[in-house]
Nanobody
Framework: VQLVESGGGVVQPGGSLRLSCAAS????????MGWFRQAPGKEREFVAA?????????YYANSVKGRFSISRENAKNTVYLQMNSLKPEDTAVYYC??????????????????WGQGTQVTVSS
């Protein structure tokens, strides 16, 4: 299993970025997927998740609800995180993750088994 994130960078407050996570080594369309982030000195925290069935089965942290959007494109084995109205407190390394088994709780990092290497997002003027 391999997960490779891309799309991070430096953006001004109020700006937008779209992160991508390319997956390989498993049947992507059958798996739930999640995005997490970790800021310096803080624990890794849940950002968003999408069920294997996609559609309206999406979940968000309260801190990003209404600003971030998760989606998946099974034909490309890719999950996306569209981030709008970015704030300095969104600065972190962002990771995509996948569980071995379908989830009943999408919010806990410990329930995910496979992780990408992360991509840095910096929101600064």
């Amino acid at each position: 299993v391999q997960l490779v994130e891309s799309g991070g960078g430096v953006v001004q407050p109020g700006g937008s970025l779209r992160l991508s996570c390319a997956a390989s080594g498993f049947t992507f369309s059958s798996y739930d997927m999640g995005w997490f982030r970790q800021a310096p000195g803080k624990e890794r925290e849940f950002v968003a998740a999408i069920s294997w069935s996609g559609g309206s089965s999406t979940y968000y942290a309260n801190s990003v609800k209404g600003r971030f959007s998760i989606s998946r494109e099974n034909a490309k084995n890719t999950v996306y995180l569209q981030m709008n109205s970015l704030k300095p407190e969104d600065t972190a390394v962002y990771y995509c993750a996948a569980p071995k088994y379908r989830l009943t709780n999408y919010y806990r990092p410990g329930d995910y088994d496979y992780w990408g290497q992360g991509t840095q997002v910096t929101v600064s003027s």
